[in-house]
């Protein structure tokens, strides 16, 4: 029996958040990570309102899984790795649970597809477009150390979610 927990989430800052994780042995291991990801980000929701994807690192277990739940359909990424990325990209206004009152802009691939394996070691691959490409960008950056402060695309591209939800009110994002 798997007993999932929420988890308290690694805030910018921890030195956790910038390692590298390392990839699963055996997939069939990361059934536990992947239920407390499950737990931790529906808690997350309920908490903050938002949320779409969380990182194993997050969590502070250094190791390449992902857990994404977008309209209603779940997405759990063992070593999980690209295999294209478009030359076409976008800009857009990120957030982070690592940093939930924190808004970046930065500029992501259009279309991405990912291979991963699944806990029975199976191998898949997501091609995923727009705010599912965003998504797992993010994610992916993650388990490589990489923050989405590190991608912002100029001086005033950092915005306290407050002011960012005044401005967009008033029409000026």
């Given at each position: 029996m798997i007993i999932m927990a929420a988890r308290r989430i690694l805030q910018l800052g921890d030195p956790v958040l910038r390692m590298v994780s390392?990839?699963?042995?055996?997939?069939?291991?990361?059934a536990a990570?992947?239920?407390d990801l499950e737990e931790t980000l529906a808690e997350f929701r309920r908490a903050h309102g938002f949320g779409r994807g969380i990182s194993a690192i997050q969590?502070?277990?250094?190791?390449?899984i992902i857990y994404l739940k977008v309209d209603g359909t779940r997405f759990?990424?063992?070593?999980?790795?690209?295999?294209?990325?478009?030359?076409?990209?976008?800009?857009?206004?990120?957030?982070?649970?690592?940093?939930?009152d924190l808004m970046v802009r930065l500029?992501?691939?259009?279309?991405?597809?990912?291979?991963?394996?699944?806990l029975g070691g199976?191998?898949?691959?997501?091609?995923?477009?727009?705010?599912?490409?965003?998504?797992?960008?993010?994610e992916m950056d993650h388990l490589d150390g990489i923050l989405a402060v590190d991608h912002a695309?100029?001086?005033d591209t950092l915005?306290?979610?407050?002011?960012?939800?005044?401005?967009?009110?008033a029409g000026r994002v």
């Open positions: 390392l990839p699963v042995g055996d997939p069939a291991s990361a990570i992947l239920g969590i502070g277990e250094p190791y390449r759990e990424l063992i070593n999980p790795e690209f295999t294209w990325r478009s030359e076409e990209r976008f800009e857009l206004w990120d957030d982070c649970f690592s940093f939930p500029s992501r691939h259009r279309a991405v597809r990912v291979r991963h394996q699944d199976g191998w898949h691959e997501l091609e995923a477009h727009d705010a599912l490409s965003e998504l797992v960008q993010h695309t100029g001086r915005s306290t979610r407050e002011e960012y939800l005044r401005r967009l009110a």
